[in-house]
């Protein structure tokens, strides 16, 4: 049963920036598709990127784009969130996310069927 540990959230000053990792273990066969997520609570959860290993593929939301990147550490099967110029609206749980099949244009929490813990960032 594949397992997603997140890491890397913590509190920052607006315009700083954070660097979430997430590792991914107890896997037959490694997923397709990693996305990183975040949600406030009260609200859904709202897709950021995504990494298609296979396709090698990435894409963002457009509320992210410019400032998050996403990328992939095949060794040590880790994807990370690099997140520049934070500002106050940045502030939520930010979670890992991952599925058996390629990314295609999917970035909307139903599409992903194993999840992490979560990691908190704080913007102030």
């Known amino acids: 049963h594949v397992q997603l540990v997140e890491s890397g959230g913590g509190s920052v000053q607006a315009g700083g920036s954070l660097r979430l990792s997430c590792t991914v273990s107890?896997?037959?066969?490694?997923?397709?598709?990693m996305a990183w997520f975040r949600q406030i609570p009260g609200n859904a959860r709202e897709g950021l990127a995504t990494?298609?290993?296979?396709?090698?593929?990435?894409r963002y939301a457009d509320s992210v784009k410019g400032r998050f990147t996403i990328s992939r550490d095949a060794a040590e099967k880790t994807v990370f969130l690099q997140m520049n110029s934070l500002g106050l609206v940045d502030t939520a749980m930010y979670y890992c996310?991952?599925?058996?099949?390629?990314?295609?244009?999917?970035?909307?929490?139903?599409?992903?069927?194993?999840w992490g813990q979560g990691t908190q960032v704080t913007v102030s």
């Open positions: 996310a991952a599925v058996y099949a390629p990314c295609g244009g999917r970035l909307t929490e139903p599409e992903f069927g194993f």
């Open positions: 990494f298609d290993i296979g396709e090698r593929t990435i």
């Open positions: 107890k896997f037959t066969y490694e997923p397709n598709c």
